[in-house]
Protein backbone atom coordinates (compact mmCIF):
# COMPACT_ATOMS: atom_id res chain seq x y z
CA UNK A 1 0.00 0.00 0.00
CA UNK A 2 1.44 3.46 -1.22
CA UNK A 3 1.17 6.10 1.75
CA UNK A 4 2.14 10.07 1.35
CA UNK A 5 2.68 11.43 4.76
CA UNK A 6 3.29 15.05 4.59
CA UNK A 7 4.58 17.64 7.47
CA UNK A 8 5.53 20.94 7.99
CA UNK A 9 2.99 23.09 7.95
CA UNK A 10 1.76 25.86 10.49
CA UNK A 11 1.31 29.52 11.18
CA UNK A 12 4.14 31.59 9.76
CA UNK A 13 4.49 35.49 10.00
CA UNK A 14 4.84 37.33 6.35
CA UNK A 15 7.97 37.07 5.26
CA UNK A 16 9.08 33.83 7.08
CA UNK A 17 10.17 30.40 5.78
CA UNK A 18 8.43 26.73 6.22
CA UNK A 19 10.11 23.61 4.81
CA UNK A 20 7.16 21.08 3.73
CA UNK A 21 8.31 17.80 3.62
CA UNK A 22 6.36 14.58 2.01
CA UNK A 23 7.71 10.86 2.56
CA UNK A 24 5.98 8.02 0.49
CA UNK A 25 6.16 4.93 1.82
CA UNK A 26 6.83 1.42 -0.10
CA UNK A 27 9.44 -0.24 -2.71
CA UNK A 28 8.84 1.47 -6.00
CA UNK A 29 10.45 3.75 -8.51
CA UNK A 30 8.65 7.15 -7.91
CA UNK A 31 8.70 9.13 -11.13
CA UNK A 32 7.81 12.90 -10.85
CA UNK A 33 6.84 14.54 -7.42
CA UNK A 34 5.22 17.99 -6.72
CA UNK A 35 3.38 20.31 -5.04
CA UNK A 36 0.15 21.59 -5.36
CA UNK A 37 -2.02 24.02 -2.99
CA UNK A 38 -5.42 24.52 -2.72
CA UNK A 39 -7.87 27.70 -1.02
CA UNK A 40 -11.85 26.94 -0.42
CA UNK A 41 -14.06 27.71 -3.46
CA UNK A 42 -11.04 27.40 -5.93
CA UNK A 43 -9.18 24.54 -7.80
CA UNK A 44 -5.96 23.06 -6.58
CA UNK A 45 -3.23 24.41 -8.33
CA UNK A 46 0.30 23.40 -9.18
CA UNK A 47 2.86 25.03 -7.10
CA UNK A 48 6.19 23.12 -8.11
CA UNK A 49 6.86 20.00 -9.55
CA UNK A 50 10.50 17.77 -9.71
CA UNK A 51 11.67 14.97 -11.89
CA UNK A 52 13.59 11.84 -10.98
CA UNK A 53 16.48 13.68 -12.49
CA UNK A 54 16.19 16.77 -10.77
CA UNK A 55 14.26 19.24 -13.39
CA UNK A 56 11.74 21.80 -11.94
CA UNK A 57 9.30 23.32 -12.68
CA UNK A 58 7.62 26.09 -10.82
CA UNK A 59 4.48 28.79 -11.03
CA UNK A 60 4.80 32.34 -11.22
CA UNK A 61 4.03 32.83 -7.95
CA UNK A 62 6.71 30.67 -6.51
CA UNK A 63 9.28 31.30 -8.54
CA UNK A 64 12.08 32.75 -6.91
CA UNK A 65 10.35 32.29 -3.55
CA UNK A 66 9.78 28.56 -3.02
CA UNK A 67 12.70 25.62 -3.83
CA UNK A 68 11.31 21.97 -4.24
CA UNK A 69 14.24 19.35 -3.77
CA UNK A 70 13.66 15.57 -3.35
CA UNK A 71 15.79 12.64 -2.05
CA UNK A 72 15.03 9.67 -4.13
CA UNK A 73 16.56 7.10 -1.83
CA UNK A 74 14.15 8.18 0.86
CA UNK A 75 11.13 8.58 -2.22
CA UNK A 76 10.71 12.36 0.06
CA UNK A 77 10.06 15.55 -1.82
CA UNK A 78 10.87 18.55 0.21
CA UNK A 79 9.77 22.37 -0.86
CA UNK A 80 11.01 25.43 0.72
CA UNK A 81 9.59 28.77 1.06
CA UNK A 82 10.94 31.58 2.04
CA UNK A 83 9.32 34.89 1.78
CA UNK A 84 5.93 33.78 2.40
CA UNK A 85 2.90 36.00 1.54
CA UNK A 86 -0.70 36.20 3.17
CA UNK A 87 -1.80 35.25 -0.28
CA UNK A 88 0.12 32.03 -0.08
CA UNK A 89 -2.45 30.77 2.41
CA UNK A 90 -3.84 27.52 1.56
CA UNK A 91 -3.84 23.33 1.98
CA UNK A 92 -0.33 22.30 0.58
CA UNK A 93 -0.92 18.64 -0.98
CA UNK A 94 2.34 16.61 -2.35
CA UNK A 95 1.69 14.36 -5.29
CA UNK A 96 3.40 11.46 -7.04
CA UNK A 97 3.30 9.51 -9.94
CA UNK A 98 4.94 5.77 -9.56
CA UNK A 99 5.84 4.48 -12.52
CA UNK A 100 3.32 1.38 -13.53
CA UNK A 101 1.16 2.20 -10.31
CA UNK A 102 -0.26 5.89 -11.14
CA UNK A 103 -0.74 9.23 -9.30
CA UNK A 104 -0.89 9.51 -5.28
CA UNK A 105 -1.56 12.26 -3.43
CA UNK A 106 -1.30 13.16 0.30
CA UNK A 107 -3.48 14.24 2.71
CA UNK A 108 -2.55 18.10 2.94
CA UNK A 109 -1.06 20.09 5.39
CA UNK A 110 -2.28 23.30 6.53
CA UNK A 111 -0.06 26.19 6.24
CA UNK A 112 -1.27 30.12 7.44
CA UNK A 113 0.61 33.29 6.49
CA UNK A 114 -0.52 36.29 9.39
CA UNK A 115 0.48 38.50 11.49
Known amino acids: QVQFVESGGGLVQPGGSLRLSCEASGNFDMSVMAWYRQTPGKQRELVAQITTRGTTDYSASARGRFTISRDNGKNTVYLQMDSLKPEDTAVYYC??????????WGQGTQVTVSS
Open 95 to 104: WGWIVGRGTY
